[in-house]
C-alpha cells in the first residue's frame, strides 16, 4: 500500500526529528507516484497537464545511492522565464527518503535547522500531494 494519506504532523509532534523523517519518507512516496522510473530517469523532463502549468524535472546529480532534482513551474514574465516555485530535491533510494534541501551555512542551531528543513520539506509534501491531484506524471522520453 502507497502511504499517499499519510499526514506526518498528525502521526508525530511537528518539528520533532521522528516527524521531519516521516515527512522525508512521505515525500519519497509521493515522488515516486509522480515519478516512477526515478531511479533510472537522466536529464531534463516536462508533465503537461491540461490548464495546469507545465511541471519540469531535471536530473541535477545522480549517484549511487542518491539523485538530487529540481522540480519547478516556468513562467514567462517580463524579465525573462522565471522558475517558481524552484526546489532541489535530493532521494535517498537506500533509505526509501527524499528531502526538499536548502541553502547551507557553517554554522546553524540545531532547533532552528530542524524547524527550516520541517517547513521546506512540508511545503514539498503539499505540492507533491497537489501535482499528484492536478494528474501530473514524469515518465522517460
Known sequence: M???LLVPQTI???????GL???????YLRLLQLIPEIERLDGC???RVAGECDLYVEILERCRYTVTLSLTYRFDTEHGAEANPNMVVRIYFDGALAE??????????HKLELDARWK??????????????????????
Do not use: T
Not at 101 to 107: F, K, L, T, V
Open 12 to 18: 508525530v509532534r511537528p518539528n520533532s526529528f521522528v
Open 100 to 109: 526538499a534541501m536548502g541553502e547551507h551555512s557553517s554554522y546553524r542551531h
Open 45 to 47: 523532463f516536462r508533465s
Open 2 to 4: 502507497i502511504d499517499c
Open 120 to 141: 521546506r520539506n512540508i511545503i514539498l509534501n503539499k505540492w507533491l500531494e497537489y501535482l499528484g491531484d492536478q494528474g501530473h506524471l514524469i515518465l522517460e522520453r
Open 21 to 27: 523523517m516521516s515527512l522525508y519518507e512521505s515525500n
